[in-house]
């Protein structure tokens, strides 16, 4: 005998001659309909703005020069030779040893494959013939004077009075070591190092534009401290280049931002004060300058999980009270900003002290959010390459102007044996094509295209090429 489930609902729709729908079956109907009229707008846009962005990059055939893969054969990892070092021994005490292993390892076999010795060096005072002005990613750069050039986890300024890009970064000219047992590898501050150009390949030194304390043992500059991510803006109307880093001490616990002034982009800068942003911890830090003229801050905060992003006062000199949260629970830093046809991009890194991990790219239509990550841009090399950012870590984004949707990807190859021979890897960064990969949080894919960093042994812009007046 058929038993009825008396817990069973009637599965016939409500809906019966001379009675009226149910409520909720008429606001479902309405939201499926909305939902659909969103995926064909949604889709139709994103291939307007797709075609209109490849029609406009396919005029510059240096864009399609630099969409080129370059692809790496898989590195292997040879078999062991004598005692590891410590510092990869500590990292995978009872794994099998991998290639970040065999990157942080300074007796590793493979050494030279992620820091070319001096003999291949970059020098612009020679005649490198058909090398000239071509960027060799992670190999030593020298400035004119033939010395390695020292703007470690640096940034750009773009100073439209003397058409002159400016390079600001960590002076690292000085010995390696650990402040206590398990301190991080460690530089005492020297200073923020300023290198100028015309070409963004020829650099001269301009001297260390702000330098350590040396005796005040109390002062945030004092050697024994920490002084990291330098980045300079002009403000039109004072005049004055201003300067935020990041301040710590040896052990992180004072995590704040500093602030100087100067009346030249080559300094000397004075440093005036350090302070927690609308009063939260800051380490990785970035300033980014918008069209309007308004600057805003981004740094890592609460112990790194978030990203914290607000704008500053009109002379750049301290932060405004609002203040947004974002990419909260990721674990980020090292944020690099930039902008291309009104919305906001931002690459950022995961946190593992020196060793290189992946980049995401996240997209924005307002710099306070919400910010949406897009994945990994990394493009080329081969898998481990991407997945280690071509073993570096983001710090700034240069726009190209005269080339739509294209800049120059900053990054820091972190060499923690030695931070002085830390290398750089600068990339061609490409704004274009269709996203491949959903929103994280939100239904759908990303009205904006994808942002893509393309792996390049050797690459330059073009010879023709010209900083605009």
Same mark, same amino acid.
């Given at each position: ?400 102007? +005269?080339? #739509?949707?294209?800049?120059? /990807? ?5 060499? =923690?044996?030695?931070? %002085?021979? $830390?290398? @750089? ?6 704004? +274009?094509? #269709?996203?491949?990969?959903? /929103? ?5 894919? =990303?009205?904006?295209? %994808?942002? $893509?960093? @393309? ?15």
């Amino acid at each position: 005998m058929r038993v009825r489930n008396k817990y069973r609902k009637p599965t016939a729709f409500p809906c019966n001659a001379g009675s009226r729908c149910s409520m909720s079956a008429v606001v479902w109907s309405l939201v499926g309909f909305l939902v659909m009229l969103h995926l064909y707008s949604h889709v139709s846009h994103k291939n307007a703005v797709s075609g209109d962005i490849q029609l406009r990059m396919s005029r510059h055939p240096l864009v399609r020069e630099l969409e080129q893969v370059e692809e790496e054969e898989n590195i292997q990892i040879p078999p062991p030779r004598g005692k590891r070092s410590p510092r990869a021994a500590k990292r995978r005490p009872k794994r099998t040893t991998t290639l970040i292993d065999e990157f942080l390892d300074e007796n590793s076999q493979l050494r030279h494959v992620f820091f070319p010795k001096m003999k291949t060096a970059v020098d612009p005072t020679k005649d490198m013939r058909k090398d000239s002005y071509h960027y060799h990613p992670g190999r030593i750069w020298l400035d004119t004077e033939g010395n390695p050039i020292q703007a470690h986890g640096g940034g750009m300024l773009y100073d439209e009075r003397s058409s002159t890009y400016y390079w600001y970064g960590e002076y690292k000219d000085g010995p390696t070591y650990h402040a206590h047992k398990k301190g991080a590898a460690r530089v005492d501050i020297i200073g923020v190092g300023c290198y100028s150009s015309k070409d963004l390949w020829t650099w001269k030194n301009e001297g260390i534009v702000l330098a350590a304390e040396e005796t005040d043992e109390a002062h945030d500059l004092h050697k024994s401290n920490v002084l990291e991510r330098p980045k300079v803006i002009y403000n039109e109307k004072t005049g004055k280049y201003v300067m935020w880093m990041h301040i710590d001490d040896a052990n992180y616990t004072k995590a704040a931002v500093g602030i100087a002034i100067s009346d030249y982009p080559t300094g000397p800068f004075d440093y005036l004060r350090s302070q927690r942003p609308h009063g939260y911890e800051s380490r990785d830090m970035t300033i980014f300058k918008d069209d309007d003229g308004v600057a805003y801050l981004i740094y890592s905060s609460e112990d790194n999980t978030e990203l914290h992003i607000g704008p500053l006062t009109e002379d750049y000199l301290d932060v405004k009270p609002d203040m947004q949260r974002i990419l909260v629970g990721q674990h980020r830093e090292a944020p690099a900003l930039f902008k291309y046809q009104g919305t906001y991009y931002m690459i950022t890194s995961g946190c593992t002290g020196w060793a290189p991990n992946e980049a995401l790219a996240h997209a924005a239509e307002s710099i306070m959010g919400p910010w949406e990550t897009m994945g990994n841009p990394c493009i080329g090399g081969n898998k481990m390459f991407r997945l280690a950012t071509f073993f570096a870590q983001s710090t700034f984004v240069i726009p190209l102007p +005269g080339i #739509p949707g294209s800049f120059i /990807f900053m990054a820091d190859r972190w060499n =923690p044996a030695d931070l %002085r021979d $830390s290398r @750089y890897v600068w990339l061609p960064l490409i704004v +274009g094509g #269709p996203a491949d990969r959903p /929103f994280e949080f939100n239904f759908g894919f =990303p009205l904006w295209p %994808r942002v $893509s960093i @393309y792996w390049h042994r050797k690459w330059r812009l073009p010879l023709s090429w010209r900083v605009s007046k």
